[in-house]
Structures are given as structure tokens and as C-alpha cells.
């Protein structure tokens, strides 16, 4: 997407975690420039929207079901305007976009997804966490709990967790008991590094640093139930800051590629 003015359709803009700062510079245009704009309002600050120009039309959508919400972008596309639809983080991860999008195409509406700043990786900076340590783990697991919303056939907890890679889960902080037992019936020991975070970047953010056996203990002390990201794996272990163990091959000296030869030893 260029620079100029935006075009009649609809821009499915990931708003980032929660700072204002932490949305990207195209999805701050837009937000600045679109004649129609939804945000969600339970998760979306204010403040990202109160960019938005003087003679757009702003609505609030925690209280609107899909078929109102896409009424409204149909409208606004088919009257010649453009429309931003905001969500908080990336709206490819469980941002429920697809059903906007299929109902959206039904109705001949052109959109664009853009990207932004998901809550794991905001998570994972306030806790100053690499999520895939070398030698450790080199595979990251986003997920979540099955509560009303089941999990498809092969996506257990329980198997996920057979992987012992860091994990980190959405839309779970009322059921870390869950959490809990699951990754302790595939094998995790009870030390296992956790680390939550409720509201990352957000002024009231809130951090724990925990294990396992004490997770839901310390969830509990900390009342957080809602609006966290849990990361679950020994790449969440402080002691990693002092131990300088797992080092990567990209900076070795030894290590060659095409911007760099490697170190040869003197005979």
C-alpha cells in the first residue's frame, strides 16, 4: 500500500498490545485518515482512536455482533468510503477475522489485512524473554485452552505440551489450573519457569514470574484472571541471564556466510 489516500474498502488494522506508540506507522495512517472507523472498544484505548480526523464516523463494537459490525463496513465501503476495522494485536491471531472476511467477500467489499504487534511478543518484551533459546528451544507454541470454544481433533493441551517447547497461551488466564494439570500429565516438571502478563504495555501492566507447582497460587495472589498471556518453558528462566550458555551460531566467529568469513586458527 502506498502512501496517497486510502481507497473505498475496508483495512483490518492490528492496533498492537495496548501502548498508542506500539502501532505500526501504516496502521496509524489509516486510523488518522479512514472515513468510517470500528474499533473494539474493551480492548482498543481510546487513544489510538482519538487520532482518528474530525468528520469520521467512530463506532464502538463490544457490544455488536458480527452481522452489525459487517453491515456497517458493507455500508460504508458502498457509499465510497474507507473503513478501518481496528483489533487489538495482530488480527491474524485469534482475532475471529476470517468470518468478517467471508462475509465481507459475500458482499463484494474489498479489504486488506495490516498487521500489527501481538500481545505474545509484548508479553515476552516485559519480561525481557528470548522464546526460542538456542540448544533450549527453537519452537514456539501459541495456543489457548479449550473452554467454549472446543480444540480441533490433535490439538490438545496434552499433546501440544509432548513437544517441551516454550508455550505461550491466549485467552486462558481463568483456567491456568487447567493449564497446570495438562502440562504436568505430559511430563513438565513442577520447576518449570512461568511468566504472566496482564495488560502488557498498558499503564496498569502487571508481571509474575512463577513455576508451575506455583502458578495458579501466585495468579491468584496477583488477581489476575483476564487479559493475560501466559508463556510457559525454560527459555522464561531468569538463572538464562547469568549463566551464558546458549549462545547462537549467527555471531560466532567461526561461523561463516555470505556477509562474513569465518575466523581461521593460526597452525
Known amino acids: 500500500m502506498n502512501s496517497g489516500e486510502l481507497t473505498a474498502k475496508v483495512y483490518i488494522v492490528g492496533a498492537g498490545p495496548g501502548a498508542p506508540d506500539l502501532i505500526t506507522v501504516r496502521g496509524q495512517r489509516i486510523l488518522q485518515q479512514a472515513d468510517v472507523l470500528l474499533y473494539t472498544d474493551s480492548l482498543v484505548p481510546s487513544e489510538l482512536v482519538a487520532c482518528a480526523k474530525p468528520t469520521a464516523t467512530v463506532y464502538k463494537t463490544a457490544g455488536m455482533a458480527l452481522d452489525e459490525m459487517?453491515?456497517?463496513?458493507?455500508?460504508?465501503?458502498?457509499?465510497?468510503?474507507?473503513?478501518?476495522?481496528?483489533?487489538?494485536?495482530?488480527?491474524?491471531?485469534?482475532?475471529?477475522?476470517?468470518?468478517q472476511m467471508v462475509l465481507l467477500r459475500k458482499a463484494g467489499v474489498a479489504y486488506e489485512v495490516v498487521p500489527g504487534v501481538s500481545s505474545v511478543f509484548a508479553a515476552a518484551a516485559a519480561v525481557g524473554a528470548e522464546l526460542t533459546v538456542p540448544d533450549l528451544t527453537q519452537t514456539v507454541i501459541l495456543t489457548r485452552v479449550g473452554g467454549r470454544t472446543p480444540m480441533p481433533d490433535g490439538e490438545s493441551l496434552r499433546e501440544l505440551a509432548t513437544h517441551r517447547c516454550t508455550m505461550a497461551f491466549y485467552l486462558s488466564a481463568t483456567l491456568a489450573k487447567t493449564v497446570v494439570q495438562e502440562l504436568t500429565a505430559a511430563g513438565w516438571p513442577p520447576e518449570t519457569p512461568v511468566a504472566v502478563v496482564q495488560k502488557a504495555t498498558w499503564p496498569e501492566q502487571k508481571i509474575i514470574r512463577t513455576n508451575l507447582s506455583r502458578l495458579v497460587r501466585a495468579m491468584g495472589d496477583a488477581h489476575i484472571s483476564n487479559h493475560a498471556i501466559l508463556l510457559v518453558g525454560f527459555a522464561l528462566d531468569e538463572a538464562l541471564l547469568e549463566q551464558d550458555q546458549h549462545r547462537s551460531k549467527l555471531y560466532d566467529e567461526t561461523f561463516t556466510h555470505r556477509y562474513r568469513k569465518g575466523v581461521i586458527g593460526n597452525d
Not at 458502498?78 to 483489533?87: D, K, L, T, Y
Not at 488480527?91 to 477475522?97: C, D, E, Q, R
Open 70 to 99: 459487517v453491515g456497517i463496513m458493507v455500508e460504508g465501503v458502498q457509499s465510497g468510503h474507507s473503513v478501518a476495522r481496528v483489533h487489538t494485536g495482530d488480527p491474524s491471531i485469534f482475532g475471529a477475522i476470517l468470518e
